[in-house]
């Protein structure tokens, strides 16, 4: 896989000069693979499960960015399969769904990796019919499943999972067309699903959802392109989406979403021509693209993503790093333009309290416990979680 070196040497150093470096790391000791999951625990990644191009694998390996290295860990006991989604609740790692194409099994089973002993133990599965290629991610504790394909049918349907009941709840639909291979994103409080396929029509189309309000809202198009098996992660807060495919044609384009302003900036190109069907996964401050293609050759590639977010950011938010004092006992300040207005919702999402941000609010009627702002003011929106201890 590295008879291209010269040339991709060359083309990461013309990348470098524009947003974001891509560098070509060690091969995937597992071998070529492509329609795996991944997910990150602190600073380590995983993937689990995929496809090599005859068989699936049920295979889960963590990989260790200071080292540049590779660890086979304990396999999904669930069984092997490929377009299996995943997310991540603090400490641990869930993978859910997938496929099994050379027995024709679609699944809809829920299991939770613990990295600190390298176990599975099975969960509440996901109360709708068994797919594969759906989207997952977690916002604050609770884990968010939707879309995906199973036996000739496409979902639009979505879910929650709360891992201290181990229950699911059904919420509003996502209201795009039903679709698989669609990628997803959580940001500032909200999760995000846009791309995908369904019958053969590719998508570019973004959707917003808010866990407060279970409401979803229409965001801008994923650059110029229809695309499926596409990649999204976030690095240092901000998210990245790119890459797929469109029938015939094979994408290597990243954008940047800027939250404020609802717009995708371009960031460097993926170096080669194509770049779609992998796992990709964030460590915080870089991500990593592993294996992909689908088609012959499949890869066992990993590639580096370097974000640099100090030139041509068009980015607007609310500097909520100044909220203080975080816990809060009697009054909480937070710094914010003039005329924007504020809602505090309480641990179960109902509005304690709202209204125009001055010079600070006051907490003296509510309760201990985690509370949610959030301040509007325009098109800028910032949502920041804070506690009230006394």
């Not at 604050?140 to 349907?157: F, H, K, M, Q």
């Not at 689908?294 to 607007?316: A, K, M, N, Y």
Request: glycine share 12%; charged share 20%; proline share 5%.
């Amino acid at each position: 896989m590295h008879q291209f070196t010269l040339v991709l040497t060359l083309l990461a150093t013309i990348s470098a000069s524009a947003q974001g470096t891509w560098t070509q790391l060690a091969d995937h000791p597992g071998g070529p693979r492509y329609a795996q999951a991944a997910f990150s625990v602190g600073a380590k990644g995983y993937v689990c499960t995929g496809f090599n191009g005859s068989q699936n694998t049920d295979q889960l390996w963590a990989y260790e960015p200071t080292t540049d290295t590779w660890t086979q860990k304990t396999p999904l006991p669930g069984g092997a399969r490929q377009y299996a989604s995943a997310f991540t609740i603090g400490d641990t790692g869930y993978v859910l769904c997938g496929w099994d194409n050379v027995n024709e099994i679609d699944y809809n089973d829920l299991w939770a990796y613990d990295p600190a002993t390298d176990t599975w133990e099975q969960k509440a599965s996901l109360p709708a019919p068994p797919r594969y290629a759906g989207v997952a991610f977690s916002i604050d504790g609770i884990g968010y499943y939707g879309t995906g394909a199973g036996n000739a049918i496409y979902y639009n349907d979505f879910h929650a999972y709360d891992p201290v009941t181990d229950t699911w709840m059904q919420k509003a639909d996502f209201p795009g067309n039903a679709r698989r291979w669609a990628v997803g994103f959580a940001v500032d409080g909200r999760g995000y699903i846009g791309t995908g396929e369904s019958s053969g029509v590719r998508y570019r189309d973004f959707h917003a959802y808010d866990p407060l309000t279970d409401t979803w809202q229409q965001r801008a198009d994923l650059g110029s392109t229809n695309r499926r098996n596409g990649y999204a992660f976030m690095v240092d807060g901000h998210a990245y989406a790119g890459g797929g495919q469109d029938f015939t044609q094979n994408w290597n384009d990243f954008h940047r979403y800027d939250v404020g302003a609802d717009s995708w900036l371009p960031v460097s190109a993926f170096p080669l021509n194509a770049c779609k069907n992998g796992a990709s996964f964030s460590t915080g401050n870089a991500a990593f693209i592993v294996g992909g293609n689908g088609q012959l050759p499949v890869l066992d590639e990993i590639w580096r993503f370097l974000p640099d977010i100090t030139t041509g950011s068009i980015e607007h938010r609310f500097n909520t790093h100044l909220l203080f004092p975080n816990p809060v006992n009697d009054r909480l300040w937070i710094k914010a333009p003039e005329k924007a207005r504020y809602v505090i919702h309480d641990p179960r999402g109902a509005i304690v309290a709202a209204g125009q941000v001055g010079t600070s609010i006051d907490m003296d009627r509510l309760p201990e416990g985690l509370y949610t702002l959030i301040v509007e003011g325009g098109e800028e929106r910032a949502v920041k979680r804070f506690m009230i201890a006394r």
